[in-house]
């Protein structure tokens, strides 16, 4: 784990989405054996004391680990490889491992960091949650998991110096094979000793810190959650501050999620008291320092975080795709309607399908990308010679998609990517809405203004419309500037409408 490095997203609230159980078609987790996870920290620990002490980017100690994981894998039937990378004039290393079979167009990957700080021999960070993420890899050959998603582990180097690793492995990827990866787990520092018990937060329901992960981390997070419920254990959220290895991923839009027990921060006495522990004390007092052994572990925290591993994996990777019922990247024009009821009274900004022109106005406010293709749906499309010639004035804009037939059984979901951006001149008075309109109109989605600058960046949705299966329905979404001369602009992208 990182010291703190800020990827500079932008911050973005919303309403909590809803949350949807794990498909009951994926096969049943097993319990990973705690004695054999701490084995192969053994194993890290003899490998970093024959070494220096350590097993850090471009030390014989971290080969010596990537080696010792490559082998395994290689013995359990895994396609395995060491991608090479160099930084600071040493070579590094990711061990790269494929289980056969699952779809090669839908994959899963998990990861973990590898390598060590040089101070000491990184037994929690991140032996522990390498050793968690390979004894599942591990479980995954004894079972001969047979995946509807294709299987893929990471054991990433170098992330101590700036997750120069996965950024190698995520550079070295052509737009079609970053486009097959739909989900990546990153597993990074799940045994501290003062533990606590970390989700990352994809779906920004905390309301604080980096925004929402890409379309589909809230999927991933609620996962893990389901676990930790199921175990009566309480989480909380953590941000996507880019601390970890997750952070290359995130970038480039591939969905992200994972768990974390806590580094150097201080365990609160709210904490002490939902999770045990001290408060008061680092939930690892030896983080980034010699004694960060194998007497630096929490058996109770790494058992739940192994097996909450495990369900992931199985859950995540065995589920049953959903079936998509309708979808629209806005690439070619659908039937959508602006001002279906003839109610708006935005003099400018109203909503069309196009390719956007980027504005800026103490910041991004219209996106020049979007998140597919070409087109997206924007409140005016131009830029202008002043950001404000084509933002959102005088009310509200509305724009209506074709009517969509829902099945009448299954789990139905909505969802899409939105940004909100305005002025420091904005109000609770502006806002982004989508609403499902059918026998009933109901609004699904919420993200108001506010009287502080918040620049443009794509966020992500997902919804459970379950109530209107059976129904004829349409989606509206409106936009609105209600502020008087507030700044606003909005975009909406990649709608789809599923059935699990």
């Known amino acids: 784990m990182r010291n703190l490095w800020t990827m500079g997203m932008a911050a973005i609230l919303a309403i909590p989405l809803a949350f949807t159980a794990p498909s009951a078609s994926a096969a049943v987790p097993p319990d990973i054996s705690l004695t054999a996870v701490k084995a192969h920290l053994t194993q890290l620990q003899s490998i970093a004391t024959a070494n220096g002490g350590n097993r850090a980017h471009g030390r014989p100690g971290y080969l010596a680990s990537a080696n010792y994981v490559k082998g395994l894998l290689d013995g359990a039937g895994f396609t395995t490889s060491l991608q090479s990378f160099t930084y600071n004039g040493a070579t590094g290393y990711n061990v790269i491992a494929d289980w056969p079979g699952g779809d090669p167009n839908d994959i899963l990957m998990v990861g973990s960091h590898l390598d060590s700080v040089t101070a000491g021999p990184g037994i929690n960070d991140n032996g522990s949650g390498s050793a968690a993420i390979l004894e599942t890899a591990l479980e995954v050959s004894r079972q001969s998991l047979a995946p509807t998603k294709h299987l893929r582990f990471a054991w990433w180097g170098a992330e101590e110096l700036g997750l120069r690793g996965s950024q190698a492995y995520v550079n070295s990827l052509s737009a079609t094979e970053r486009a097959k990866i739909k989900g990546y787990y990153n597993f990074d520092m799940v045994g501290s ?289 209600a502020s008087g001369a507030s700044l606003v602009e909005a975009g909406v992208d990649d709608v789809k409408l599923t059935r699990q």
């Open 193 to 481: 000793p003062n533990a606590g018990y970390f989700v990352y937060d994809g779906d920004n329901s905390d309301g604080v810190g980096s925004g929402p992960g890409p379309a589909g981390s809230a999927q991933l997070e609620s996962t893990l959650q389901a676990y930790f419920t199921s175990i009566g254990v309480a989480t909380r959220g953590t941000d996507f501050d880019g601390r970890s290895d997750y952070g290359p991923f995130i970038a480039v839009g591939i969905p992200a999620g994972g768990t974390f027990t806590g580094a150097e921060g201080v365990k609160s006495s709210a904490q002490a008291t939902l999770w045990g522990g001290t408060a008061g004390q680092a939930f690892d007092p030896c983080y980034h320092r010699a004694c960060d052994t194998t007497s630096n572990i929490s058996d109770t925290a790494l058992n739940r975080n192994a097996d909450a591993i495990a369900y992931a994996v199985w859950t995540t990777a065995t589920a049953v795709p959903p079936t998509v019922v309708w979808q629209d990247t806005f690439e070619t024009a659908t039937g959508w309607t602006t001002n279906p009821s003839g109610t708006d009274t935005a003099t400018s900004g109203l909503w069309e399908r196009g390719d956007p022109e980027a504005t800026t106005s103490s910041g991004a406010k219209q996106l020049g990308t979007t998140v597919s293709g070409s087109n997206d749906l924007v409140t005016g499309r131009l830029a202008g010679a002043a950001a404000g010639d084509y933002d959102i004035d005088g009310g509200i804009t509305s724009v209506r998609s074709p009517a969509v037939t829902l099945p009448s059984t299954g789990t139905l979901k909505l969802a899409f990517s939105w940004y909100l951006a305005h002025g420091s001149n904005a109000s609770s008075a502006d806002f982004l809405r989508v609403k499902v309109v059918g026998s009933t109109t109901t609004q699904v989605f919420q993200q108001l203004g506010a009287a502080s600058n918040r620049n443009g960046a794509w966020g992500a949705a997902d919804v459970d419309v379950s109530a209107f299966a059976g129904q004829s329905v349409r989606i509206l979404i409106e936009a609105g500037d």
